[in-house]
C-alpha cells in the first residue's frame, strides 16, 4: 500500500505560511503545522502514511502553530530547539537524526530570526549524504532572509547570526538542496520574498538578493537599516506557541448565521463588525460602526485592529467567505469569532437599517484636486518605505497600522481621502474614520497604482 | 458491490431546475439531465451504477437539455414524449413500463405544461403496484402548478388539459407517492413553489393552493388568470432541445482570464459586459457600459439582456463566480461566454482606467423625497402582480425585462432611482440606465422589503 | 446567503444506520448523528446553516451514537425521551414543538422498540398541520418494524405498545408524510427491510407486511414469533449511550501501519488478528490466529467476537479498507483498533512467514460428498430461520454469533466444511474452526445461492 | 484572484507517468499531459489560471499523450520537438523561448532517448537567467537516464547523444535546477529511478549511478550493456502519438455492470477476462480462462497480454478498482474494456458457475521439494537480470513478457511452480498456464523476496 518518498508542501493562504509532509512509504513527518491541521492527516492518510514527528523551526511569532493538536491526533511527538520557553515538546539538537524509511533529517542550530531556530537537511540514504532538500523555517526564503528585528537589543549580533546560519550552515549544504522555507510571498515575516515558492539553495546563493553581499558586515549592515512593522498580536502568538494553550480547532465552533436583529443586539453589546468585503462593496454601503478589511489583507492588518477580548461579528460577501475569514482568524489566535449576518447587506438593507458609503474618488480627481488648490488631507497609509519611494504632492502619511494611536494628525473639519497602493488598505483607513466620526471620507480605488498607470505628478515621499 | 435503491435529486441552482438518478443495484436512469451532466455519471459511478435510460418529462424551454451529451457518455437511450418536434430519442407512450432492478417505472402522459409532457410513476415489485414515488416534470411543483401560457391560442384547451393530468391521473396514483418535480423554488417556471423541495402527492392534495379549487372551470380560470413574462431566450432553448444540437461540455472552453488592455480591445470590438458582482459592489464601481446583474439573480434575467452573437465578458468578485456564471450560463444555451478580466475591478482600478458609481438610496430617504416633493422619477422594475399588490406612491412601473424596449417612459432630464423587491433587480435597471446615457441614476438598496420594515406610506401600485 | 428547506439522509454503511440533517435557511437539526459526526457540520455548513438542536428518537443499542460530541463541535442542544438512564441532553415529550425557519418539529411519544422512543412529525408552517415527514427512529421502517425482544419479561407488553405507536399515532398523521427510519436494508435492527430507502406513511400502510394485520392481537402473536439474535457488544452500546461517555473521534488515533516484526510482536502481546479481506482472498492466504470477517460482514459480526478490552490488528487489502474498517468498528465502540500491517500479506509473505490456506469447495462437490456419503462435517452458519427453510441433507446448524460457544458440536475427528448463505458468514466460520486447531476446513464459495441455482437436493433444516 | 508562480506534479499511478502544470498568474501551460486530461483543467481552475501551451518532450512510447484532447477542451498550443512523424501540433527548436507572466521556458534539443527529445529550462526573469527548473522527459530521471534501445541498428549513436544531451545541455544548466522528469519509480522506462520524486540537476550530477562515469565511451558502453523488454503495446502508443488520433476520453464509456449471464455470453462470443484481484483472492477462487493480472501490475503487464480487437471484462474485488483498471487501461490506450462483473466473485459463486483454484505454495515448501528431489518445475518469471542474480536451483527461466510464446519450454506432465519477487508476476504466470491447459499449477507467495528472508540455498542463474 506504502509507496515512496513524499515531499508536499501546505499553503495556508491568508498567512502565506508554509508547512510541510515529508515521508517514505507509511512514515511521515510535519514541519511547522499550522492550527488547523486535520489536512495533515488527511494527506498522510491518502499516502497511507502515519505522521511521527511534528518539527518546529522556531517558536513562531505569527500565528499560532499546531503541533500540540496534531499531536493529540496521531501521537505523534513535537521537537524543536533549544529554548526554556517551550512548555511542551521536545528540544532537538546541531547533528540529531532522525529516520523515515530511508529518508535522513538531519538537525541544524540556524539561529538569527531567533536564537533558538534550527533548519532541517534532508538526505536520502540510498544516495548518499548530499542533502535533497533543506526546511529552514524563517531563516531563508526565496528571495529574502528572515527578519532580525525581534531584539532590538541585539539587534546587531542577532544579524550576524543569521549571516552565519545561512552562510556557515545553510549554503554549505550545497546548490543542489530544494529549499522549504516557512513562508511565501505575502507573509508578513518579509518584504521581498519572490512570487515563486520552489528554489533551491543553489538558486538562493545566485539570486537571493539580500544574498548577494561581500561580507558579514554588509549582510548586518543592510539588515539593520530594515524597518518591519510588529503588530500587536504578535505578543499572543508567541504566548501561546511557547505554553502550547491554544484550543483545538475541534473545539471551536464555528461563527453562527445571526438574524439581523441578533446580530444588532451583540453589536450594541459591544460586539465588534469586521466587513470583509471588496472596497467597492463596502464603498457602496456599510453597516455603521464596521471595521472593513478586505479579506486578502485580513491576514495582515487583523492583528492590529481586532480584540481578542470582545465578540467579533463577520459580515460578508458570500457564507463560503465566512469559512475563509474563520480560519484566517484562528490560525492568528481569535477564538472568538462568533457570528455572521444571515444573509449580508442584503438582509440588513430589507430590513430599513441604516447604512453608509463611502464614495470611490478617481486618482484624477484627485491630481485635479491637487492642482486646483482644493482644500482637502489626503491619507497615505502604505508602509514608511512605500511612501518614501513615490507619492502624491501634499500626502500625509500614517502607517496603516498606526492609524488609531495618530487620529490627532487626521483633520476632522475638510474632506479626509484615503489613499495605497491601489485601494485595499485604504478602505480599511476610511471605515477607522467613520468609526471615529469623521464625516466627509472617499476612498481613492486605484491609489498609487493608478497614479503609476496615467502618469500623476509623483514626489518622493518624506515619511 | 451495488447496493439497494436510489433516488437522487440533482439541484441545479441558478435555474432551480431538479434533475434526478434514480435506479437499483447497478441500473440507473436520470429524468431530465442538465447541459453540464457529468454530475449524473459520478453520482452513478459513486454508486456502482450505470445509467441506462434518460427521460425527458417534456421539451423544456427554459434551460439546455443534457440528453444527447448524457447519451453520448453512457450509451444510455433517450425516452421523452409523443411528439413530431423531437428530431432525437424516443418517443414513449402510456403505459410503458421500464425496469431497473425491481424497480419499474410506467409512463402517463400528462399534457397540460406542454401537449407532450409526461409523468413517471414508480413503483417497488416487490411491494406491488403502488406508485412509491413520481416524477411530475413541469406539470405539478411543490406548492404550484406548471404554466399554461405557452399556447395563447389555446389557453383554455391546455389549462384544461392540466387539470385533468393533475386530478385525472397524477394525483389518483395516490397520496402515498413521493412528489419529483421539475423545478424548485426560484425557477422562472413558476411565481409560487415552495421553499420546501420534499412533498408528497398528499401533501399536494391537502395544501397546494392552486389544488384547491371546487372545478375544473375554477381552476381553468385561475389558470387564465395568470400573468406570466416569457424572456426571449426561451426560443433558443426550445430549438436546441427540438434539435438536439448544443455542443457537448466538452466541448466549450471556459472563459478566459485577460489583462485589462486585452478585456478593453474587446469590448471595444463589440464583446458585452456583464458584471455578476453584489449591487452594493457595482455601487462602489463599475465599468462603464457593463450590464450588472447580480449572480443569484443570473439564472433569471440573463436571458432577457444577453445575446448569443456577441462575445459575453465577465466581471466578478472572486474567480469562483467565474465557474458559477460560466455553468448558468452555458446551461442557458450562452456558449459565447470568452473570457473575464483578471483580478477584476482591482486590476481595473489600478490601471488608472475609469469607472462610474451608482450611489445607494435609503428607503427613509425616498420617501423623504416623495414627501418633500422633491423631483425625481422612482422606476418600480418589480412584475405587475408584485406592483399591483404594494408600491411606493408616484412610482413609475416597467417590468426589468421590458424597461430596455420602454426607455421612452423613463425621463431623462431628472434624477432616476431604481427600485424592486431588496435592491437586487433595480442594479441591473440602474446598470441598464447608466448605459444608455442616463447621468443621474441611483439604486434604492432595500426597496420595498426596507419599505415594509419601517413603514412607509404604500399604495397599490396601478401597473 | 441561506436558501430553503432542507432534509438531507445521511447513511452510515456497514450499519445501514440512517440519520438526517433538516433545516430551513440557516438553521438546523440533526437526528440520530452518528459518532464521527463531523460529516453534518459539513453538510450544513455546505449549506449555511447552524445545527441548534440533536434529537434522539431512542436510546441505540447498535451503536455509538454521536450527540455528545456533535453538541461540543456545534454548540446545539440534545434533546431525547423521557427517561432516567439518560445522563446527557434533555428530555422532551409528547407535544413538544422545535421551530426551524417555517418547519415545525413535533414530538411523539411512540414507546415499544424502547420504552423512551419518539417519533418527530415535521410540518411546514406555510403549508398547515399536515406533516410532510416524519422520522421513526426504530418504530417504523420501510417494510419492517422495529424488534421488540429487548425486554423479554416484557414481551407482549412492548409488542402492544409498538402496535399503539404505530396504528395509534404515527400512522394517523397521514399517507403523505415521508418516511425517515433510522435504519435500512443490512441492520442488525430488523431482518425483513427493503432495500429501499425512501417511503411515505401511506406507501407502508399500503405495502408493509408486518402491518397487514387484522387486529392489535395478531400483530402482537407475529412480534413474539420473531427470533432475532442480540450481539454481546449491545451491552457496551447501551452503556455509552446512556453515560456519554464515549470519547470524541478526534481523540481517537487511527491505526498505525505496522512492519511485519512490529506486528508479530502486537500478536504475540495478545493482540487479537482481524482480516478483513474476501472470502477467496483469505480463502488464497490467511495469516495464523486470524479472524477472518469479510468487510460488508463487519458491523454485523464484529460484536460477536471482538474484544473491547485487547488492542486489534488489522490485515487488509487495500489501505482504503483501514479506514473503512476504522470507521464500522468506533461506530461500535471499538476504541482499540491500534494498527495494521502495512503491505498486507504481500509483505507477510515476502517476508517468509508461515500462512495457512481455507480451500475452497464447490457446492456441486458437496452434493457429490452427500450423494457418495464420504465422512465430512457440513456446517451451516446461517441464522435459524434461514435453515429452517432450506438446507443441504445431513447438515449441522450453528449461528455465527454462538459458534464459539458451541464447538463441542463440530467433531475434529473428520474434515469440516463451513456453508452459509453465498459463503462471506462461513469463511469467518472457517477462519474460527483455524483458530481452535482444527486441520481440515474448507469453504464452500456459493453455498446456499449456489445450490439454489444449480439445483441441488434440498431439505427443510431442524434447526 | 490569481497569484504567484506554480509548479504542480501530477502523477499517473500505474504508468508511474509525471507531467506537471507550470505557470504565473493566471497563464499556464501543462508539459506531457495523460490522455484523462480533466485533471489539468481543473487544477489549473483552482489557481485561477487557463492553460495557453503544451509542451511535448517527445513522441511517447508508453502511454497515449492528451494533447489533442486537451488543446480541445482548452484552446492551448501544441509543441514538440522537430520530427515528420508529428500529425498535430508544432515543432519547437532550440532556444525557443515561451513567456508565461514572469516565467521563461526555454527549449533544448537533447535528443537520445528518442531523436526529436527536447528539455525545457525554467527561469524566473525577476530572477536572472539561472534556471530554477527543467523538464527532461525521458532524457534524465531521478536516479537514472532514459532507454536508448529504441533504435537497435543505431545503439551506439543514440547513447552517444544521451550523453551529449545530459552532459553537455542538461548538467550544465547549473545544479540549482530542479528536476521535473517525466516518470518516477515503477515505470517501464526505466529499472532504476529512485523511490524519491524530488531531486535537481546537483542532486543527480552528485548521486546517479548511470552519471557517475568517466567518459563518454563509459557511458555508452553502459548503456548498450542493458537489457530492456519493449512490451508490443509500444507500437499502437508510437502510432496513437504520432497521428493524434486518439478518442478524447470523454467519448468513452466506462465498463458497464454486468449480470452472471451477461458475463458469460460475452466470454462465449470471445471477449477476454481480466482478473485484477490480489494473488490470494485469485488463487482462492478464479473464473476459468482469466488472465489475472494485479492491479498494482497492470500497467506494466497489460500491454504484453491484452488485444485492441476484443472486448475486455473485468473481474476486480471491489467497485472502485473498475474505475482504476479502466483508467490505467485507456492511457495505455484501451478503449475496448466494456465491462465487469457485477458483484464480482461473489455473484459468480452464488450462481453456482465452476471456478478454479491455484493453491498457494510456502517459499520453505518448494525448498523441501527441492531438497527432497521432487518432480517438479518451478517457473521463474522475473527478468533476466533479477534472474541472472540470484534464484532457487534448478529453477527454469522465461520472462513474464515471453511466457505465452515460450510454453514449449514449460513441461505439461509434471506439477508446476510459478515463481517471481513475491508472488506477484507469479500470479499472471499461473493463470496463464490454467488458461493454456495446465493442470497442475501452484504459485509460490513470497516467492524470491521469502527465499532471501528466510535463507534459502540460492544460485546464480543462467538466463
Not at 50 to 59: K, P
Not at 242 to 247: E, H, P, R
Not at 249 to 255: A, D, E, G, K, M
Request: some cysteine.
Amino acid at each position: 500500500m506504502a509507496g515512496g518518498m513524499f515531499l508536499e508542501k501546505i499553503r495556508s493562504e491568508g498567512l502565506s505560511h508554509l508547512s510541510y509532509l515529508i515521508g517514505h512509504g507509511s512514515r511521515a513527518a510535519v514541519v511547522d503545522p499550522r492550527r488547523d491541521c486535520r489536512v495533515y492527516v488527511e494527506t498522510a492518510h491518502r499516502k497511507g502514511a502515519h505522521i511521527e514527528y511534528i518539527f518546529e523551526t522556531h517558536r513562531n511569532e505569527d500565528y499560532v502553530i499546531g503541533s500540540v493538536a496534531l499531536a493529540e491526533m496521531t501521537g505523534a511527538k513535537i521537537y524543536h530547539g533549544r529554548s526554556p520557553d517551550f512548555q511542551y515538546g521536545r528540544a532537538t539538537k546541531e547533528g540529531d537524526v532522525f529516520k523515515l524509511g530511508d529518508l535522513r533529517l538531519r538537525v541544524l542550530e540556524t539561529p538569527g530570526h531567533t536564537f533558538e531556530s534550527i533548519s532541517i537537511a534532508v538526505s536520502d540514504s540510498g544516495f548518499g549524504e548530499h542533502p535533497v532538500a533543506v526546511f529552514t523555517g524563517d531563516a531563508l526564503f526565496v528571495g529574502d532572509v528572515g527578519r532580525t528585528d525581534f531584539f532590538p537589543d541585539q539587534a546587531e549580533e542577532v544579524a550576524g547570526l543569521l549571516y552565519e546560519s545561512i552562510f556557515g550552515k545553510i549554503l554549505p549544504l550545497g546548490d543542489q538542496a530544494i529549499l522549504c522555507p516557512a513562508h511565501g510571498a505575502g507573509s508578513v515575516c518579509g518584504d521581498s520574498m519572490a512570487e515563486r515558492e520552489f528554489s533551491t539553495l543553489g538558486m538562493e546563493r545566485l539570486t537571493n538578493p539580500v544574498l548577494q553581499v561581500k561580507s558579514k558586515k554588509e549582510f548586518v549592515k543592510a539588515k539593520l537599516a530594515e524597518r518591519h512593522y510588529v503588530p500587536p498580536y504578535f505578543r499572543r502568538m508567541e504566548q501561546l506557541n511557547s505554553d502550547g494553550s491554544a484550543l483545538s480547532v475541534n473545539q471551536l465552533h464555528s461563527p453562527k448565521p445571526m438574524t439581523v436583529s441578533a446580530f444588532e443586539k451583540n453589536v450594541e453589546d459591544g460586539a465588534v463588525l469586521l466587513d470583509v468585503r471588496s472596497p467597492e462593496a463596502v464603498g457602496g454601503a456599510l453597516i455603521p460602526r464596521s471595521l472593513g478589511i478586505p479579506i486578502e489583507m485580513l491576514s495582515a492588518f487583523a492583528g492590529w485592529f481586532l480584540p481578542y477580548d470582545k465578540k467579533i461579528l463577520l459580515v460578508v460577501q458570500g457564507y463560503e467567505d465566512v469559512e475563509i475569514a474563520f480560519s484566517y482568524l484562528i490560525r492568528m489566535g481569535y477564538d472568538n469569532v462568533t457570528g455572521f449576518l444571515d444573509n449580508g447587506l442584503n438582509a440588513w438593507e430589507a430590513a430599513g437599517k441604516p447604512y453608509e458609503t463611502i464614495p470611490s474618488v478617481h486618482t484624477s480627481e484627485i491630481v485635479r484636486r491637487i492642482t486646483e488648490n482644493e482644500t482637502f488631507f489626503l491619507l497615505d497609509v502604505r508602509t514608511e518605505s512605500e511612501f518614501r519611494g513615490a507619492g502624491l504632492p501634499g500626502a500625509g502619511h500614517i502607517y496603516l497600522g498606526d492609524l488609531r494611536k495618530s487620529l490627532d494628525r487626521v483633520p476632522r473639519d475638510i474632506p479626509v481621502v484615503t489613499f495605497c497602493g491601489s485601494g485595499l488598505r485604504a478602505v480599511t483607513a476610511a471605515t477607522i474614520l467613520k468609526m471615529e466620526g469623521y464625516d466627509h471620507v472617499e476612498n481613492c480605488l486605484g491609489s498609487m497604482a493608478a497614479c503609476a498607470a496615467i502618469g500623476c505628478p509623483i514626489v518622493k515621499g518624506e515619511g
